[in-house]
């Protein structure tokens, strides 16, 4: 097969993401359309299943299928809504774990780890602004019931993963479409301290709008909204949104989540 250069990720325009986000975006539709058909045939048979936990078993089954469905190919969920700029609002500053300890964002750097080598590359704040910058308005949604439009401006997480190769078990630089089984299904994500801590789906993590952001509503992050650098990931709850980024790592392992292990659905979108 010819695995022919990918082009670097700060050399594709605009144009290129948005096609690529719509072929993805198809071949979701197709699957949806077909699990519809499949559920609507099969709906005569589950109703009439004994129960698992109050659920018939087959959509239980059904369930756990779809998860691991979503992880054998590279599939972004839908786009969640954008809205217009002068909508913008500032969220509250909500939670604070692993942003506790004495820190210095100026003396701040990042850790790119992938699960299958030793060595991580240790990026600054200059090479990942480097990378294609993107500008958008989404709602932060927490599952305490609020929810506020965000002018968010960062990086895309699937630009990084293209640029450093760091998403791949082969180590050469993602390629999204030809070669989705090249990638780790995972990606986690901790403080400096790790006292914060999230795991995504490999799906979420390079979906168009999951973001590294560094400014908010035209504005340098604060530290108590994650400066020098967060994660946004408009497809998730406000938990998934770590805030003071330390490390990424790329892993074929489900990776821990601070919330998950409290009770929380481990996937968190809405
Ligand atoms: N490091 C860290 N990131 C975090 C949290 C946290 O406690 N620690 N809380 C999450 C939750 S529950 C929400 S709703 C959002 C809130 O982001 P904001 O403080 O910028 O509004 O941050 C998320 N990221
Ligand atoms: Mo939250």
Same mark, same amino acid.
């Given at each position: 097969?010819?695995?022919?250069?990918?082009?670097?990720?700060?050399?594709?325009?605009?144009?290129?993401?948005?096609?690529?986000?719509?072929?993805?975006?198809? @071949?979701?539709?197709?699957?949806?359309?077909?699990?519809?058909?499949?559920?609507?045939?099969?709906?005569?048979?589950?109703?009439?299943?004994?129960?698992?936990?109050?659920?018939?078993?087959?959509? @239980?089954?059904?369930?756990?299928?779809?998860?691991?469905?979503?992880?054998?190919?590279?599939?972004?969920?839908?786009?969640?809504?954008?809205?217009?700029?002068?909508?913008? @609002?500032?969220?509250?500053?909500?939670?604070?774990?692993?942003?506790?300890?004495?820190?210095?964002?100026?003396?701040?750097?990042?850790?790119?780890?992938?699960?299958?080598?030793?060595?991580?590359?240790?990026?600054?704040?200059?090479?990942?602004?480097?990378?294609?910058?993107?500008?958008?308005?989404?709602?932060?949604?927490?599952?305490?019931?609020?929810?506020?439009?965000?002018?968010?401006?960062?990086?895309?997480?699937?630009?990084?993963?293209?640029?450093?190769?760091?998403?791949?078990?082969?180590?050469?630089?993602?390629?999204?479409?030809?070669?989705?089984?090249?990638?780790?299904?995972?990606?986690?994500?901790?403080?400096?301290? $790790?006292?914060?801590?999230?795991?995504?789906?490999?799906?979420?993590?390079?979906?168009?709008?999951?973001?590294?952001?560094?400014? $908010?509503?035209?504005?340098?992050?604060?530290?108590?909204?994650?400066?020098?650098?967060?994660?946004?990931?408009?497809?998730?709850?406000?938990?998934?949104?770590?805030?003071?980024?330390?490390?990424?790592?790329?892993?074929?392992?489900?990776?821990?989540?601070?919330?998950?292990?409290?009770?929380?659905?481990?996937?968190?979108?809405?």
């Amino acid at each position: 097969m010819n695995e022919s250069v990918v082009v670097p990720a700060a050399e594709r325009n605009d144009r290129e993401v948005e096609q690529r986000m719509r072929r993805l975006t198809r @071949r979701g539709f197709a699957t949806g359309g077909m699990g519809a058909l499949a559920g609507l045939l099969a709906w005569g048979w589950v109703r009439t299943r004994p129960q698992d936990q109050g659920i018939p078993w087959p959509l @239980r089954r059904m369930l756990e299928w779809n998860a691991t469905l979503a992880q054998s190919y590279f599939r972004p969920t839908r786009l969640a809504p954008t809205f217009s700029m002068n909508v913008a @609002r500032w969220p509250r500053a909500n939670g604070n774990l692993g942003l506790q300890n004495a820190f210095d964002p100026a003396a701040w750097s990042l850790r790119l780890e992938n699960a299958t080598e030793k060595r991580p590359l240790i990026l600054t704040l200059a090479q990942i602004k480097s990378l294609p910058r993107v500008d958008m308005v989404t709602e932060l949604k927490c599952i305490e019931g609020w929810s506020d439009p965000v002018r968010w401006t960062g990086v895309r997480l699937a630009d990084l993963a293209l640029r450093w190769g760091k998403a791949t078990r082969s180590g050469k630089a993602a390629d999204l479409e030809r070669f989705p089984s090249d990638l780790l299904r995972y990606v986690s994500i901790s403080t400096p301290d $790790m006292g914060y801590y999230v795991g995504l789906d490999i799906e979420s993590a390079l979906h168009p709008q999951t973001l590294l952001c560094y400014a $908010m509503n035209g504005r340098s992050l604060t530290v108590e909204h994650g400066a020098p650098l967060r994660l946004v990931i408009p497809v998730k709850y406000g938990i998934k949104n770590i805030k003071r980024i330390g490390t990424i790592r790329f892993t074929d392992e489900r990776p821990a989540d601070y919330w998950a292990e409290r009770g929380y659905d481990w996937y968190a979108g809405h």
